[in-house]
């Protein structure tokens, strides 16, 4: 198994047991169990670039200032490009967590609308390759002692995750791209001044975009110019895209011949 979020520090909790989407589990989380909200601390929350657009939204604030505020840089060696995972508070809390539980709960990250489940990644082809689900047991959590039985798919689909998995789909294939795991491949200060632009600041993105000459050097048809300016979730997909072309020559939107 090469990657796990969301994992809490205390004690490996995972259950070491292959779940698919048909997999079965019982689990309710509510205000009535003496572990409300205990999950919520001392975890390791990496943010996509999704989660960076809702929840900056869902603040009222900037790509930048939230950033800033809320999260760190790490460097993962396999990927050779940085994360950002959101800070904890002093006491090891989310930021976002209050008496009544997520403040933010409609826009929370990924790794919290998969928990109880994790998901991982084998390497290699067929059965034994591939994408895996898994249950995170923490000692203290009660939420798997309530009778409401779920199917990982139904787990999925009733935490958006398609929506989230959707939005992500081009920058996993960035991140997970077999170039950045060659041995020796390390990206340069642009492309990875690039990549940072292009997954995690859509407010700057935009002006780079409409206001550069970013439309007269590259290809983009018309249809696609409007809808990534009324929509910025569309904005988001549509920089993964460009980036896969300059980082990887894998190009849906080329640069114009001179």
Known sequence: MEEEAGKHQDKNP????????????????????????????????????????????????????????????????????????????????????????????????????????????????????????????EPFCKGFEEEREWSVQTWRESQEIDRYDLMNKDWFDIVLNKKLRAAGVEPDEKSQRLYMLGSFDMDSFRKFVFESRFLDLYDVDRATVEMIRDDEAELLRFAHKWLKGVLF????????EA
């Open 14 to 137: 995972i259950e070491p047991v292959r779940m698919t989407l048909d997999s079965k589990f019982r689990f309710s989380c509510n205000k009535g169990l003496e572990c409300f909200r205990s999950c919520c601390g001392k975890i390791t929350v990496f943010l996509t670039p999704y989660d960076v657009l809702r929840i900056k939204n869902r603040l009222g604030i900037t790509s930048a200032e939230f950033l800033s505020l809320y999260t760190r840089i790490v460097d993962l060696k396999k990927t050779k490009l940085p994360f950002f995972l959101l800070n904890m508070t002093e006491d090891g809390r989310c930021p976002f967590v209050g008496e009544d539980g997520c403040n933010i709960y409609t826009d929370r990250p990924l790794v919290c609308r998969y928990y109880p489940i994790g998901l991982g990644f084998l390497k290699g082809d067929g059965i034994e390759g591939g994408d895996f689900y898994f249950t995170i047991r």
């Open 249 to 256: 020559g894998e190009y849906t939107y080329p640069r114009k």
